[in-house]
């Protein structure tokens, strides 16, 4: 099994503010248990870890300055890391993409094989 860590400010790099919503819908996300984990959560730490990144929607609510991000899925490590290093270079990609079902599944099919 292929670990792959991704150190992070992406929250700072792509320039979110607290509370915005992820850059990725997962399946899994715990975006809708935020409010209910939070209180679970220090009020104050040095580096936020996300041992299981995914949509990454706590690493976006908290806006932590030093974080480190993983997944077992390579891709999705790839990708913030894209979007940490270029996020111009990505919103402008992504706003090219034209918006319908049929691209989706399109591309969905395409990366899935």
Not at 9 to 24: C, D, E, F, K, M
Request: proline share 5%; glycine share 4%; charged share 25%.
């Amino acid at each position: 099994m292929h670990v792959r860590f991704a150190e992070t400010q992406l929250a700072a790099a792509v320039a979110i503010t607290r509370g915005s919503p992820p850059l990725l819908r997962w399946a899994g996300s715990k975006k809708r248990q935020f409010n209910e984990f939070q209180k679970f959560f220090p009020r104050a730490f040095n580096t936020y870890v996300e041992p299981f990144a995914g949509s990454a929607a706590f690493l976006f609510r908290l806006r932590p300055e030093k974080s480190k991000i993983n997944d077992i899925n390579s891709d999705l490590c790839d990708f913030y890391r894209y979007a940490r290093s270029q996020p111009g270079k990505l919103y402008t990609n992504f706003a090219k993409i034209r918006r319908s079902a049929s691209v989706y599944y399109d591309a969905r099919s395409e990366f899935n094989g």
